[in-house]
């Protein structure tokens, strides 16, 4: 697996972990501390932050999971990988596109998030 | 037309334009002084580089040009645009989605370039 592989894996992995403090715990070892998230929705600086924005799609799609989809892709300290939200028992609700700058340490100091229309 | 949209028209038409005098002051319209750009091949910092690596671009591909692709989108401070590069008389030769960090007068102050899988 690819740094930026694992960057992404690790990144679906928190957004996926209800259990708060096991969350807390992978986001401080996956985002620097002042690191920032921005979508079409919503923005936090800093873990807390990152955090809440986190607990509150959880709160909001409660069982509904986020899944890796295609290719993870990096160069030189960037990443980008796409991602679908769904539940166990139906389709993806949504389809998005995260882009992300890595810092020195492998963790992530910025993602911007997008969202996809789905392929037809 | 959206301001994302705009930006993303404008800077298609930069990397197309191959009059050397008309492309700085696209250049410099277009991007902060000390704009960066980056993408899997090359890499610039600043209008002369970023000049020099459209310039090498024209050199290598002579004739061609840079269309935009699907929807242009922007929210906060980014914008996510896609193009394909092709002859007038050929398919495109690639295909590449960009993201980009606007700075507040509205030009672009950083560049990520991916390279795509064009769609099946």
């Known amino acids: 697996m690819t740094e930026?592989?694992?960057i992404a894996e690790r990144y679906i992995?928190?957004?996926n972990e209800t259990d708060a403090q096991?969350?807390?715990k992978l986001i401080a070892s996956a985002?620097?501390?002042d690191a920032t998230y921005v979508d079409p929705m919503m923005?936090?600086?800093g873990h807390s932050e990152i955090d809440a924005l986190i607990g509150a799609v959880h709160q909001r799609f409660p069982g509904f999971s986020f899944v890796l989809a295609g290719a993870v892709e990096g160069?030189?300290?960037?990443v980008r990988f796409?991602?679908?939200l769904g539940a166990p028992d139906a389709g993806p609700i949504a389809h998005g596109t995260d882009f992300g700058f890595v810092a020195a340490d492998g963790r992530?100091?910025?993602?911007t998030g997008f969202l996809d229309q789905p392929k037809a």
């Open 75 to 78: 160069h030189n300290d960037r």
């Open 22 to 24: 096991s969350r807390k």
């Open 13 to 15: 992995d928190l957004w």
């Open 43 to 45: 923005k936090g600086q």
């Open 4 to 6: 930026a592989a694992k």
């Open 82 to 84: 796409s991602w679908t």
């Open 31 to 33: 985002w620097t501390e």
């Open 108 to 111: 992530l100091k910025s993602v």
